[in-house]
């Protein structure tokens, strides 16, 4: 099995930043990708962006384009959400997905984020 925890939510002025991580553990090997996805109260879940393993190729959501930025570190298995210029609408639960060869999918448990003044 895969474990992930994510890390780096909390509460945020609009404008601010915030880094989000997650870190797998188990049976992490051959990790094909991983990505962020998120929640807002009311609202189905969502995808935020995903980062390929290997390559490192990126991919996001027309809503964070040129205001997140996903990255890995392959040797801490762990991968993360760089978040700048927040917006209120950014408030969500953020949750985090890997996809192995082994395990296939699997998801965190979520790290709230709140965008308000």
């Known amino acids: 099995q895969v474990q992930l925890v994510e890390s780096g939510g909390g509460l945020v002025q609009p404008g601010g930043s915030l880094r989000l991580s997650c870190a797998a553990s188990?049976?992490?090997?051959?990790?094909?990708?991983m990505a962020w996805y998120r929640q807002a109260p009311g609202k189905e879940r969502e995808f935020v962006a995903v980062?390929?393993?290997?390559?490192?190729?990126?991919l996001y959501a027309d809503s964070v384009k040129g205001r997140f930025t996903i990255s890995r570190d392959n040797a801490k298995h762990t991968a993360y959400l760089q978040m700048n210029s927040l917006k209120p609408e950014d408030t969500a639960v953020y949750y985090c997905?890997?996809?192995?060869?082994?395990?296939?999918?699997?998801w965190g448990w979520g790290t709230q984020v709140t965008v308000s003044s």
């Open positions: 997905k890997t996809t192995t060869a082994t395990t296939g999918i699997t």
């Open positions: 188990g049976s992490i090997s051959s990790i094909y990708a």
């Open positions: 980062i390929s393993w290997s390559g490192g190729s990126t």
